[in-house]
Structures are given as C-alpha cells and as structure tokens.
C-alpha cells in the first residue's frame, strides 16, 4: 500500500512541481495570476491526440503539440495587455479563456467522434515491477521526462544569463530596467517557457491520464493549492508544496478508499487553512507594487 502511495505520489508530485514552476515563474515576472494555465496543459495533450490519430509520428506530434500551445498562449497573451494593471480582470479574462479552450474541445471532440474521454496510446508498451507495485514502462519514461525538465529548468534560471535576468525582474522590475533589461521582452519569453513547460507535462503525461475537456479545471484546483502552501511567487516552495500535496492526495485514495473521492476537498481544505494561517505559504513573500 505505502508502495502504491510512493509510486503515485512521485509521478502527481512531479507533474504539480513542473505546472506550479511555471505558474510561478507567470506571476513572478509577469504578475499575472493567469487561471488558463492548467487549460494550456489540457490543450496541449489533445493536440497531441489529434496529431497522433492523422498518422504523425509521436516525436513529431509532441514537437507540433508543443509549438501549437506555445503560440496560441502568446496570442491570448496579447488579450491580456489592456488589463494588467487590474488583478481581477486578469482573472476573469484568463478563466474565459481557459472555458473557451475547454468548450472548443469539447465541440471538436463531440463532432469527430461522439466521445467525451480519450486514451493516448502509449509510446512505450510493458512493465515491471518496482517495490512490488506494478509500473509501466509509460510511467518510467513520463517521470524520467518531467525530472529532466525541471533540473533543466532549475538550471535554466540560475546558470544562464537570461536565467538571472528574469529572477532579477522578478524580485524588482524598476532595478532590472534600470540595468537595461527589457521587462516586455522578459515577460513575452517568460510566457513561453511556462506554457512550454505545460505543453511538455502535458505530452508526456497524457498516456497516463483519460482525457476530458474539464481535466484542466481539477488541476486548476491543485495547482492554485499547491501554489499558496508553497507561496504564491516562491519556485522553491511551489516544488517543495506540490509533493507534499500529491501524497496527501495519494494517501487519502489508497490509505481511506472510502473517502478517496474526497481528495480534492481535503487539498481545498488545507488551502484554506494555509491562507488563514499563513497567507504568505511556506516561502513566499508578500508582493509590493511600487
């Protein structure tokens, strides 16, 4: 049983750890709390489906999947322009564009196929076994790709120049433009990357998942969970709070079945008592608009 919660724990935990570095890396740069996020990594894993149904190969589907997401987010991206200065707009307009893209599939996948769940074939078949659990060799490949991922992003922002640049808009955007660098370029970039990184963990991990059109907004849930226990701005404790949300969420399922589909609720409640506790989260600092 505690195998089971390792397992599943690992590969939730890693998933969380990749969509809430991106998260914050958004709203640390951009200062956005954009609420399409986890929409992107759902948009990201049907466009691989549908590439994959045409007949392209899986490396080529994954490529086009990935560069699709990417651009569609820039052009929301621009829709965002008109209200940054206003946090609630922001959020409105980012959780109708998030519907939109859910309703889009779902009309797409309602017209082709009359099917409202998807399975992504594997791109690898077969298994083994690890610590008596029986794990597929989907499994090993998606957690390979999503550690790689983040130790990749991990150095990324603290090794490159670049890296440095956007931690260094991040902690005071009047000093970074004073040094000369381009806050807009930054956060155009910035964009990118986080939504690349969606993309990714949503190619990766869709062999995995049963597809459906509101996948995003139960991830929405942890995600905006996982980000306030860590700290809304803090990668450190974004990472740190996601695995600790995936075993809570994996030792509720396995530990009381009976209540399992209460997991979701238990990571709202400890949210909650987060905000009341501590609304800074673990390692997050409250942010100043100067």
């Known amino acids: 049983m505690f195998a089971n919660i390792f397992v599943i724990g690992l590969l939730n935990g890693c998933v969380y750890a990749l969509l809430a570095a991106g998260f914050s890396l958004l709203?640390?740069?951009?200062?956005?709390?954009?609420?399409?996020?986890?929409?992107?990594?759902?948009?990201?894993?049907?466009?691989y489906l549908g590439m994959t149904l045409l007949g392209l190969p899986s490396w080529l589907a994954a490529a086009v999947s990935i560069i699709l997401t990417i651009a569609m987010s820039l052009v929301f991206q621009r829709l965002l322009d008109p209200v940054k200065g206003n946090p609630m707009s922001v959020m409105i307009l980012t959780l109708a564009i998030g519907v939109i893209l859910q309703k889009s599939v779902s009309f797409v996948q309602d017209s082709v196929q009359g099917v409202?769940?998807?399975?992504?074939?594997?791109?690898?078949?077969g298994s083994t076994h690890i610590l008596g659990v029986a794990v597929t060799y989907q499994y090993l490949l998606s957690l390979f790709v999503v550690l790689v991922i983040l130790a990749a992003l991990g150095m990324f922002l603290t090794k490159t120049r670049f890296g440095i640049a956007i931690r260094a808009t991040s902690q005071d955007k009047q000093v970074a433009g004073l040094v000369g660098i381009n806050e807009k370029a930054v956060a155009n970039i910035v964009t990118g990357i986080a939504v690349g990184v969606a993309a990714i963990a949503g190619v990766v991990v869709s062999p995995l998942y049963v597809l459906e059109p509101w996948m995003w907004l139960q991830h929405l849930l942890v995600l905006m969970a996982v980000v306030i226990f860590g700290g809304l701005g803090s990668l450190k404790g974004s990472m740190i709070a996601?695995?600790?949300?995936?075993?809570?969420?994996?030792?509720?399922?396995?530990?009381?079945?009976?209540?399992?589909?209460?997991?979701?609720?238990?990571?709202?409640?400890i949210m909650i008592v987060v905000l009341?506790?501590?609304?800074?989260?673990?390692f997050?600092?409250?942010?100043?608009e100067h």
Do not use: D, H
């Open 116 to 125: 409202y769940f998807q399975i992504v074939p594997s791109l690898i078949k």
């Open 276 to 282: 009341l506790v501590r609304p800074r989260g673990l």
């Open 284 to 288: 997050g600092a409250m942010v100043e």
């Open 27 to 47: 709203f640390s740069v951009a200062r956005i709390v954009n609420l399409a996020y986890t929409a992107y990594w759902m948009i990201a894993a049907y466009i």
């Open 242 to 269: 996601a695995f600790i949300i995936a075993f809570i969420e994996a030792g509720v399922v396995f530990l009381l079945p009976s209540v399992g589909f209460l997991r979701s609720a238990i990571v709202m409640f």
